[in-house]
């Protein structure tokens, strides 16, 4: 096997014929239409308005304007030459309250989306759910209420029914880990809610709406080959290390720690069908559990065909001495509650860098070992990275977006991507993060993570230079030189 150079920056690697090259967005970022056509307030709406919690009180009222300007944005990802697109659909675009019957002119909008995407050769993969919650669930507790996991599986059958016939493959839940820690934990993502205790009761009440989901499609698809997933942002974690570059004694505790609140209260119950007992320990000064029932965890332990690996950077743990000043870079900032229940103990150390313009650091080996361990621990699962990349300060000058930094970032990624495979990880295909800039969540549109530039006055699309050398890697299915 070729080692590779030691700085992921590889060109000419070749990818096999059914590696699937994609693209990725989701609703509340780029589609607008707030107000339109029977689509109801979701709970980014009401933060978004919150004086305070999003950068520069932007909202996604007018996003990308992509609800009007669908048949343009799919032609540009037939320009690009993308073999995939996964979106995201609004719930509240489909059910205003979130229950009832769905919404006929949100329905049609999806319709077209597929059909416009199947018209130009390109495999559509529908995320049900990409943090937009009808604001009228979250009024009746939202993800701390049992009764929105089921409520989600009736959205999942109507949209089963709706597209089911047409869908290329169903995601249930995007990133469940920033809808339960940052929403109810550490509020810096909407609803803004700030408990531990709320945190691991949406835990378990995504991981239950993962299963009842998977249930209701499966029974509402009438398509045989349909593929089913769901896409955890999986964290690559990291011992501290001392001067001479041997990991703390420490750090292995802090490590176990956050990987139970990070990966394991997920992978467990889906892939395993159980919580890990240590993390059920490590939490039981916060919570007692009782909101896991009896039967929960068969009904959430569902069959999935492909596991989606969102990787941005890595974090770097230890454990906290209690007296020095506490270092949290754990890449969610500064906020009034902790995104990590029961283990505020835990020192989260500044890497070093470089960094993207998100303040994340650049670790391309990181999604390697990522990939790896995954195969290690659920061999017969084939993976998909459903996001990566990077945002930089881009700008237009002359008509063009020269972002080398954008293009080293993800020649080294899908350096890193291929070098798993060559380690026997069943890597299916790879959507990169962003198809194009949006509202970046509570940092507004300051954040660039496209390899499409968007003007935010003239919503004019410009494809940067990533884009073209994103065409011709999916042209060539080889890293260009």
């Known amino acids: 096997m070729n080692q590779g150079t030691p700085d992921y920056r590889d060109s ?28 109801g307030p979701s709970i980014w709406d009401t933060f978004s308005r919150t004086p305070g919690k999003v950068l520069h009180g932007h909202t996604g009222d007018s996003a990308c304007d992509h609800y009007h300007r669908l048949d343009a944005d799919l032609d540009l990802m037939q320009r690009l030459g993308l073999e995939s697109y996964r979106f995201s659909i609004a719930w509240p675009r489909i059910q205003a309250e979130g229950t009832g019957p769905a919404n006929a002119k949100g329905v049609a909008f999806y319709s077209r989306l597929v059909d416009g995407l199947l018209a130009r050769g390109i495999t559509p993969i529908a995320t049900l759910y990409h943090w937009d919650l009808p604001q009228a669930l979250e009024d009746a507790g939202g993800w701390t209420n049992r009764d929105t996991s089921y409520r989600f599986a009736d959205y999942a059958h109507l949209m089963g029914e709706a597209l089911g016939d047409r869908m290329a493959m169903w995601t249930t839940l995007n990133e469940p880990w920033c ?35 998977l249930s209701a499609l499966r029974d509402a698809v009438r398509k045989p080959d349909a593929q089913y997933s769901a896409t955890l942002n999986l964290h690559m974690i990291r011992p501290g290390r001392d001067a001479d570059g041997e990991p703390l004694p420490e750090s292995a505790e802090a490590v176990r720690r956050i990987d139970a609140l990070a990966n394991r209260a997920f992978t467990g119950p889906m892939l395993q069908g159980e919580y890990p007992v240590d993390l059920l320990e490590d939490t039981a000064h916060v919570t007692d559990w009782q909101f896991v ?17 969102n990787y941005y950077s890595t974090v770097t743990v230890t454990m906290w001495d209690g007296v020095s000043a506490r270092s949290n870079a754990d890449g969610h900032g500064d906020a009034a509650g902790s995104p990590w229940p029961g283990s505020e103990d835990v020192e989260f150390i500044q890497q ?30 084939p993976l998909m990275i459903t996001e990566n990349g990077a945002a930089f300060d881009d700008e237009v000058r ?42 970046e969540w509570a940092y507004g549109y300051t954040k660039r993570f496209g390899i499409v530039h968007v003007d935010y006055d003239s919503l004019e699309r410009t494809i940067k230079q990533s884009g073209h050398w994103y065409s011709e890697l999916i042209a060539s299915r080889r890293i260009p030189e």
């Open 179 to 213: 809808s339960a820690y940052l929403g109810y934990g550490s509020g810096v993502h909407a609803p803004g809610i700030t408990s531990g205790r709320a945190a691991l009761t949406a835990v378990h009440h995504l991981n239950l709406a993962h299963g009842l989901g």
């Open 352 to 381: 070093p860098g470089p960094y993207t313009a998100m303040g994340w650091n650049i670790a391309p080996d990181g999604l390697e070992q990522l990939l790896v361990d995954l195969h290690e621990q659920f061999p017969t699962l």
């Open 293 to 309: 029932r009896p039967g929960d965890l068969e009904l959430i332990h569902q069959p999935i065909d492909v596991l989606g690996v």
């Open 398 to 439: 002359d008509g063009v977006v020269q972002d080398d930094a954008r293009i080293d970032y993800l020649r080294r990624h899908f350096t890193a991507a291929h070098r798993a495979m060559e380690r026997g990880v069943d890597l299916r295909g790879y959507q990169v993060w962003s198809l194009m800039d949006n509202f």
């Open 12 to 39: 000419g690697l070749e990818f096999p014929a059914d590696f699937v090259f994609g693209s990725a967005t989701a609703s509340y970022q780029i589609e607008g239409a707030a107000h339109e056509d029977g689509r």
